[in-house]
C-alpha cells in the first residue's frame, strides 16, 4: 500500500508542476498592463551567452503603461532592443542610450482576442500535461498488480488517481477563466 501513497502523491505533486508552468507561461501574456514578469523570457546575448534580461538590467514599471529598463552595462542597450524586438510580445522598444523603455499600448479587440486564444492554447496543454502524468501514473498501477498489489487497492489508486486529475483539470479551467477576465475586461 505504501507503493501505491507514494505513486499517488508523485502524481499530485507532478500535475502541481504543470499548474505553476501554466500560471508562469500566463503571466508572460499581456492585460495592457505593464508588468516586469511580462520580460521573462527574454533572453539577451551577454557576452557570447543567452543571459535572462533580469540579470543583465533592472526592470520597473513607473506606471500602468511604462516599462523601465536600466541595463548593468550600456554596452548591451542594442543586445536588449533586439531581444525585445524579436520576442513575439510585439513590444517596441525606444532607447535614450542609457536606459530602455518601453510603451505599452492599450489592447484593441483584435488583440483580445488573439490574447484569448492564445490563453485558451496554453490551458489546453496544461491539460494535456495532467492527463499524460495521469496516464503514466495508472500505469504504474497496473504494474503493481504483477507484485501481488490486490486489485481492490489498484481500482481505488486509480479512482484516487482520477480524482485529482479532475480537480486539476478544474484549477486550470479556473486559472484560464481568470486570466480571459482579466485580458477582456477594458
Given at each position: 500500500?505504501?507503493?501505491?501513497?507514494?505513486?499517488?502523491?508523485?502524481?499530485?505533486e507532478?500535475?502541481?508542476k504543470?499548474?505553476?508552468?501554466?500560471?508562469?507561461?500566463?503571466k508572460?501574456?499581456r492585460?495592457?498592463?505593464?508588468?516586469p514578469?511580462?520580460?521573462d523570457?527574454?533572453?539577451?546575448?551577454?557576452y557570447?551567452?543567452?543571459?535572462?534580461?533580469?540579470?543583465?538590467a533592472?526592470?520597473?514599471?513607473?506606471?500602468?503603461?511604462?516599462?523601465?529598463?536600466k541595463?548593468?552595462?550600456?554596452t548591451?542597450?542594442q543586445?536588449?532592443?533586439?531581444?525585445?524586438?524579436?520576442?513575439d510580445?510585439?513590444?517596441?522598444?525606444?532607447?535614450?542610450?542609457?536606459?530602455?523603455?518601453?510603451n505599452?499600448?492599450?489592447?484593441?479587440?483584435?488583440?483580445?482576442?488573439?490574447?484569448?486564444?492564445?490563453i485558451?492554447g496554453?490551458g489546453?496543454?496544461g491539460?494535456?500535461?495532467?492527463r499524460?502524468?495521469?496516464?503514466?501514473?495508472?500505469e504504474?498501477?497496473?504494474?503493481?498488480?504483477?507484485?501481488?498489489v490486490?486489485?481492490?487497492?489498484?481500482?481505488?489508486?486509480?479512482?484516487?488517481?482520477?480524482?485529482?486529475t479532475?480537480?486539476?483539470i478544474n484549477?486550470?479551467?479556473?486559472?484560464?477563466?481568470?486570466?480571459?477576465?482579466?485580458?477582456?475586461?477594458i
Amino acid at each position: 500500500m505504501e507503493e501505491l501513497d507514494m505513486i499517488i502523491d508523485d502524481t499530485n505533486e507532478r500535475m502541481d508542476k504543470s499548474i505553476q508552468f501554466l500560471v508562469s507561461e500566463l503571466k508572460k501574456i499581456r492585460a495592457g498592463k505593464a508588468m516586469p514578469s511580462m520580460l521573462d523570457g527574454i533572453m539577451v546575448e551577454y557576452y557570447g551567452a543567452p543571459t535572462p534580461l533580469i540579470q543583465v538590467a533592472s526592470i520597473t514599471t513607473p506606471d500602468s503603461r511604462t516599462i523601465f529598463i536600466k541595463p548593468w552595462e550600456k554596452t548591451i542597450i542594442q543586445d536588449i532592443e533586439k531581444a525585445i524586438t524579436s520576442s513575439d510580445l510585439g513590444l517596441n522598444p525606444q532607447n535614450d542610450g542609457e536606459n530602455i523603455i518601453i510603451n505599452i499600448p492599450p489592447l484593441t479587440e483584435e488583440r483580445r482576442m488573439i490574447l484569448v486564444k492564445q490563453i485558451k492554447g496554453e490551458g489546453e496543454k496544461g491539460k494535456i500535461s495532467i492527463r499524460s502524468v495521469r496516464k503514466e501514473s495508472n500505469e504504474l498501477m497496473k504494474k503493481l498488480s504483477n507484485e501481488g498489489v490486490s486489485e481492490d487497492a489498484i481500482k481505488d489508486g486509480e479512482n484516487e488517481i482520477q480524482r485529482i486529475t479532475n480537480s486539476k483539470i478544474n484549477r486550470v479551467d479556473e486559472i484560464i477563466k481568470s486570466k480571459e477576465e482579466e485580458i477582456t475586461t477594458i
